[in-house]
């Protein structure tokens, strides 16, 4: 909360670019809705699974369903019965999944709001230096406890998002190769649209705290280059002693915060490379046939 107010109380409703208070409650609304979003994809996705699953058995073969392989089942309404309550129980596991990430994208954001709204203004000079290092200084604290308190959370549930993420790539490979095999075609395509929709979904939810904690780092980075930018060319500073100008460059290098998952900062040129490796592995095994696909 503490946060919230102090990004909401440095933007204003006539200022451009971060310092726009309009952009700051659009993007906060646009997390919020994305959230949602996600929650109605993912539930659609587990819908055609299931209606899949449904229509490839027959009642008298309940163990086709897999999670009632254990239980004995007499009708119908029994076998509805048990589908809803795993429908409720998937949609409380997604609600949490999806509460603890809106709130650690929104905080990021909220953060990156923050840095770069500094920024501007220190490049502007709309601030003393000294007022800036102070700011600076206390949204080095937001960003400790950012790294500290939600980021432990979300790095745990990424490795929950990441296996989602490679079980449905594993599930989709599975049935693009075996298409056919089923006694119903309709029931494969249903099968294939549900573990594509759930790769796009479970994927996207693992990579977009890794993207907002890169552009926070981004962010921090970017009042470093502004310094240097005022230190070579001081069209703003030509009349501030240059000493002061060393101080600040000093401070900020000292004071080089970066957000973090895992205990490890997030850079995004780190994260380019790691998805360009990923990319080479899996086109190797594709060459390789350990992943069949069927062009």
Same mark, same amino acid.
């Given at each position: ?40 994809? $993912?539930?659609? @996705?587990? =819908? /055609? ?6 229509? *490839? ?7 086709? !369903? ?117 006694? $119903?075609?309709? @029931?494969? =395509? /249903? ?6 929709? *759930? ?7 693992? !990579? ?88």
């Amino acid at each position: 909360i503490f946060l919230m107010q102090k990004t909401f109380i440095g933007t204003g409703a006539g200022n451009r670019g971060y310092l726009s208070q309009k952009k700051l409650i659009t993007a906060v609304q646009a997390i919020f809705y994305s959230g949602i979003a996600w929650i109605f994809l $993912n539930f659609i @996705a587990s =819908v /055609l699974g299931m209606f899949g699953r449904l229509i *490839d058995c027959t009642w008298t073969e309940p163990w086709r !369903l897999g999670f009632i392989s254990w239980m004995s089942v007499e009708s119908k309404a029994e076998m509805w019965v048990l589908i809803i309550v795993m429908w409720i129980g998937f949609l409380a596991f997604d609600l949490v999944n999806i509460a603890v990430t809106v709130n650690y994208t929104t905080q990021c954001q909220l953060v990156i709001v923050l840095v770069r709204g500094l920024t501007e203004k220190v490049r502007d000079k709309t601030i003393p230096l000294e007022t800036a290092m102070k700011q600076i200084f206390d949204t080095g604290k937001a960003i400790d406890a950012l790294n500290e308190q939600m980021a432990i959370a979300v790095s745990v549930m990424e490795f929950n998002f990441a296996s989602h993420s490679i079980l449905c790539l594993h599930s989709f490979f599975v049935l693009q190769s075996g298409f056919g095999l089923l006694s $119903n075609t309709n @029931a494969e =395509v /249903l099968f294939v649209l549900s573990a594509i929709l *759930d790769f796009i979904m479970w994927t996207a939810i693992a !990579l977009f705290p890794i993207i907002q904690a890169a552009r926070v780092t981004n962010a921090c980075q970017s009042q470093i280059k502004t310094a240097l930018e005022i230190r070579t060319r001081p069209f703003q500073y030509k009349d501030m002693d240059q000493v002061q100008l060393d101080s600040f460059i000093t401070f900020l290098n000292a004071h080089n915060k970066r957000a973090k998952l895992f205990r490890v900062p997030v850079v995004s040129h780190y994260l380019w490379a790691l998805g360009a490796v990923a990319l080479f592995v899996i086109l190797v095994l594709i060459e390789l046939e350990f992943i069949s696909v069927n062009w």
